[in-house]
């Protein structure tokens, strides 16, 4: 069965601390995104990846960076979280060559106090 | 650019009764359309995409979604919903002429509640 695991489900960090999420796919999927996902907005983009040490900002990049450094794996960084970062945080992973379709991991639920 | 469009927050249904889920899309080409669902403190899971062809998509679980271009619709639907049914509902649109790389965009979501 194929996979997108996000390694911690639920944090809870304080103010300045700094953050890493990862997200790792078994697919073979050349492009990866990280999502936030809050009520009524629906899903933002903060970066994505095609390719290794490759990556492009989205939609709200700013607060975020991220790395990629195996096919495999996608982190994303808060430098220094802040409460506005509290939210649902989705990993996704697709094929550049299909329809778009994505895979989603389960969800980093971050809570910064 | 490419835009999504659910109008209701909230979708109440009995159980036993049709649903219906509204989406609208706007894209200056043709599009690609999904639909996903998503459990409480879950990721999204795929339910259907509209690729080309029938303007009937059948998915997961006993859905089906109604491609309807002149309205630039893709409307959810269940004949027959079920309490399980209750979660968060997304759709989403990629136009054709973009590469997948630059992702789908999503609407707002939809909070379906089935009542026993």
């Known amino acids: 069965d194929v996979k997108v695991t996000q390694s911690s489900r639920y944090l809870v960090k304080r103010t300045g601390e700094k953050v890493f999420l990862e997200c790792v796919q078994d697919?073979?999927?050349?492009?990866m995104f990280w999502y936030r996902q809050d009520p009524g907005l629906g899903l933002r983009l903060i970066y994505f990846?095609?390719?290794?040490?490759?990556?492009e900002k989205g939609d709200i990049p700013e607060g975020y960076s991220v790395s990629r450094e195996k096919k495999e794996r996608f982190s994303l960084i808060l430098e220094s979280a802040s409460t506005n970062q509290t939210s649902m945080y989705l990993c996704?992973?697709?094929?550049?060559?299909?329809?778009?379709?994505?895979?989603f991991g389960e969800g980093s639920r971050l809570t910064v106090l | 650019a490419q835009s999504v469009a659910q109008p209701e927050d909230q979708v109440n249904v009995a159980e036993g009764n049709p649903l219906t889920v509204k989406c609208t899309y706007s894209?200056?080409?043709?599009?690609?359309l999904f639909w996903y669902v998503q459990y409480p403190n879950r990721g999204l899971q795929f339910l259907l995409k509209?690729?080309?062809?029938?303007?009937l998509v059948k998915g997961s679980y006993g859905f089906e979604a109604e491609f309807n271009k002149s309205q630039t619709s893709f409307h959810l639907k269940k004949p027959s919903a079920l309490v399980s049914d209750s979660a968060l509902y997304f759709c989403?649109?990629?136009?054709?002429?973009?590469?997948?790389?630059?992702?789908?965009?999503f609407g707002s979501g939809t909070q379906l509640t089935v009542l026993p």
């Open positions: 996704a992973s697709n094929k550049p060559d299909g329809t778009g379709e994505l895979f």
């Open positions: 697919m073979d999927h050349e492009n």
């Open positions: 990846s095609y390719d290794v040490k490759m990556k």
């Open positions: 894209v200056s080409g043709n599009p690609y």
């Open positions: 509209y690729i080309t062809g029938d303007n």
């Open positions: 989403a649109v990629r136009d054709r002429g973009q590469g997948s790389a630059r992702q789908l965009t």
